[in-house]
């Protein structure tokens, strides 16, 4: 049995989804609403893994009982545990750079895009419910560093100064990024897997998040590149999945920012 | 095709492709490179590898600079003993748990460890000649970190917070062990090799949290990995105090 507990598609949770649409794979989907905190409720499957979420939120895929997090793995697992095309290179130097994406897009697309889009989207969604349960339901998040995500929400975290610091960190992965495209049709070569899978999640907000910086003039390869994976049947099966119409709009507290270096 | 390994010391990064090569038993022409001698950001290295971070592997014409995913590399790869669990939720878990050390535990412990010991070490230099090693340093995010570690900018709550985690963390590994004899489950895998560079010395760093009363399947775990011939091989090449830290791991009459 394959279940997929998962929220708006959007991020992290857009992830496995065009993955299993890759696949072919049919599963039975766990729909919870992230941002009204349902994954902090008794039922929510978990275990010493999930429950530190080392993306601090995202899906949780439940194959015969076992628990798999962590949407870079989880997309790694689908690849490797459901039948269907292989969507890692098989050549083992392009399999490393795969999962090199995968570690620089974690930490660094993981830790900002968040940033951006809580602070446009969710901080002022949280901001229309009753503040003081809101409190008393995050007082009670474990471990304490998934409740600081969700305390930088309330506690003007996100001043305008704070959120331009954050933009300007994107400078860094989108010319990498873009400079990969222009050697390569995919990031790990001449074939489509799991790090486009990965850097799409996440990408294909900016052009709405920061417009200045992801646009056809700034980031042409990265502009065509988003073209091409949204064309495919894969990612229009996931974001059919939304139940709002809108998961451009649905963010939740990402990766931890490198505390030091 | 040779196999060349840019690495500092058996320890943390460095010290995880020199495991893994050394466990499937293939041979590389070594490059020691000081660390704190700054010598990751020479003109000689950067050609390498541009963004001055070690370790880095060259393998004919293939470069590789991310020393997790370089493991796995090694294991896909070269023929000798497979480093990865045959089934894929096996997999998964190794994979779960390297990046909860790379990017949970390590950074703690390392920013302790760079307070105590890089720090101290790299402030015998002269001060000026410090600051224009720094100013090369081609990624800023390695910029500030050093800046931080060689003139003492840590602050106390950034130190409180990475002791809470390191003891957080190694009450979670704990935890792991005593349901399973190797990070992976049944056999021991590229996550051990990991969980070793990082945790080999937290017996003599950590005393109050490590020991054989609160974390005897660490303990365990750490000991069988240090008798392992590749293990032994591996920490012989180091050249400084710290990878001879390693000696804390021999088993004493009745351990």
Wanted: hydrophobic share 40%; charged share 25%; with cysteine.
């Amino acid at each position: 049995m394959l279940e997929l507990y998962t929220s708006e598609p959007n991020t992290f949770f857009l992830k496995p989804l065009i993955a299993l649409a890759e696949k072919k794979a049919a599963f039975t989907s766990r729909y919870f609403d992230a941002g009204a905190l349902q994954q902090f409720e008794a039922s929510f499957p978990t275990d010493l893994e999930s429950s530190l979420q080392l993306e601090r939120e995202g899906p949780v895929l439940v194959h015969d009982g076992t628990i798999i997090s962590s949407s870079f793995f989880m997309l790694e697992y689908i690849s490797e545990a459901l039948p269907g095309e292989s969507l890692m290179p098989s050549d083992p130097y392009d399999a490393y750079r795969a999962r090199a994406w995968g570690q620089f897009l974690g930490a660094q697309l993981g830790s900002i895009v968040p940033v951006l889009g809580c602070a446009k989207y969710l901080a002022p969604q949280l901001a229309q419910l009753d503040r003081s349960q809101l409190e008393r339901q995050i007082a009670a998040i474990e471990p304490s560093e998934r409740r600081i995500g969700w305390l930088a929400q309330l506690n003007g975290t996100y001043s305008e100064a704070y959120v331009e610091s954050v933009r300007e960190r994107l400078s860094m992965p989108i010319s990498r990024i873009e400079t990969a495209l222009g050697r390569e049709p995919w990031l790990a070569g001449t074939a489509y897997s799991i790090a486009d899978i990965d850097a799409y999640a996440m990408l294909w907000v900016l052009p709405d998040l920061v417009p200045a910086k992801v646009n056809p003039t700034a980031t042409p390869c990265i502009v065509d590149y988003l073209l091409r994976i949204g064309a495919r049947e894969s990612v229009c099966a996931a974001l059919r999945t939304s139940h709002t119409g809108h998961p451009e709009r649905h963010f939740v507290p990402g990766v931890e920012a490198a505390r030091w270096g | 095709m040779p196999v060349i390994l840019y690495h500092w010391e058996p320890n943390a990064n460095s010290g995880k492709p020199m495991l893994t090569l050394a466990e499937k038993g293939v041979a590389y022409e070594s490059r020691y490179l000081d660390l704190l001698q700054f010598d990751q950001h020479k003109p000689s290295y950067l050609a390498v590898n541009p963004d001055g971070t070690i370790p880095a592997m060259v393998h004919g014409s293939r470069v590789l600079t991310e020393s997790t995913p370089m493991m796995e590399y090694i294991d896909d790869e070269f023929s000798g003993p497979p480093l990865k669990p045959k089934d894929a939720r096996s997999r998964w878990r190794m994979r779960w748990w390297m990046r909860f050390f790379d990017s949970h535990f390590a950074p703690s412990l390392s920013m302790i460890g760079w307070s105590i010991f890089v720090g101290p070490a790299a402030r015998q230099r002269p001060q000026e000649e410090l600051r224009a090693a720094i100013d090369r340093i081609p990624l800023e995010s390695r910029r500030i970190a050093w800046r931080k570690a060689v003139f003492n900018e840590f602050s106390a709550d950034e130190l409180a917070e990475s002791k809470r985690r390191v003891l957080s963390s190694t009450i979670i590994l704990e935890r792991h062990l005593s349901r399973s004899s190797w990070i992976a489950g049944d056999s021991y895998s590229l996550g051990d090799i990991n969980g070793f560079n990082l945790g080999y010395a937290l017996p003599l760093s950590q005393p109050e949290h490590c020991n054989d009363t609160k974390t005897p399947h660490i303990m365990e775990w750490l000991r069988r990995i240090y008798e392992r011939p590749a293990a032994r091989e591996t920490w012989a090449k180091g050249r400084t105090p710290m990878a001879a830290r390693i000696k804390i791991l021999e088993r004493g009459p009745g351990a």
